[in-house]
């Protein structure tokens, strides 16, 4: 297999030798923390003479499997897309869709996110990717033809591998578009691309069950307290704390779909009782974590 030589990595020694060790960056720790997971709703046969609308409450996606169709209801105004295109949407319109060639069939769901509101995130991300224009080896050109009419209508579970490889593509999309937008994006985007406030993001990101406090935070950055604070809160559009919350409750909601005790989940979503953790979920989602518990659906509409 040739000698590996490690270059960006860190070599470390274990019991079984050299060992290389994967430090995660900046994009990276934003998608692990959003975590986009497509879960297809329709399969389409579309005419040029019958529209179909839908109005989804979430992010949402369209790949074209067969024809051609018009989209409208995008920030771009009406989109024109063909067998092979991919379109996402983040914010949550209403749309219309019809064939412009047929047959025309088009694969449609929503985009959930774990981390949080995919919008504010990814606001001017374009809304069309064409995979046969990425070239050969993209990703996207390698993942969206084995999306087969064996996999969503014959095979058992076929839905569910779909979902996976959907959810690739998204996330490929997401992180190719991240690597393009200006350094003055707003949002947590423009804070991983600053160089004073993307140590901060990350710690909080890395740790989130440390015991921060807008100093502590401040001093990662190097910063006097209240220039953290304004500057933070002018790039991201949130306060500091209430970046960390949204990490912390993300945490806690996918930890209380497992069996680990409430306590548990209480320290590793950085609060130190479950009575002060209670608090901070019931502020967030109206519910107590018990409740979401029994039904993960409650509250998440908030």
Known sequence: MGNLQPTEFETGETACGSSLRVDADPTASLLS???????LTHVLPLTATQSWQWHPREASFHYVLEGRCQIE???????????????LIFRPVHRILRAEAQPCRVVSGTIQSSGGDLAPLLAGVPPLHRAHAEGPTSLLTQV?????????VERTGG????????????MEVIRERLQALPVESVGWIGALQDDDLAPVLLAMLSEPEYPWTVEKLASVGCMARSTFARRF??????????????????????LLQTSLGLKAVSRQSGYGSISAFTSAFRKRYG??????RTDPTSGMTR
């Open 159 to 170: 839905i569910a591998v779909v979902n996976l490889m959907l959810s690739v593509v998204v």
């Open 73 to 87: 209801g995008t920030d771009d105004g009406p989109l024109s897309a063909e067998a092979g295109d991919f379109v």
């Open 144 to 152: 969206l033809p084995l999306v087969t009419d064996d996999l969503l």
């Open 233 to 254: 809160r002018e790039v991201v559009g949130q306060s500091p704390m209430d970046v960390l919350t949204s990490i912390r409750m993300r945490i806690a909601t996918d």
């Open 287 to 292: 519910v107590t974590p018990a409740q979401f």
């Open 33 to 39: 923390h959003l975590k986009p997971a497509c879960m």
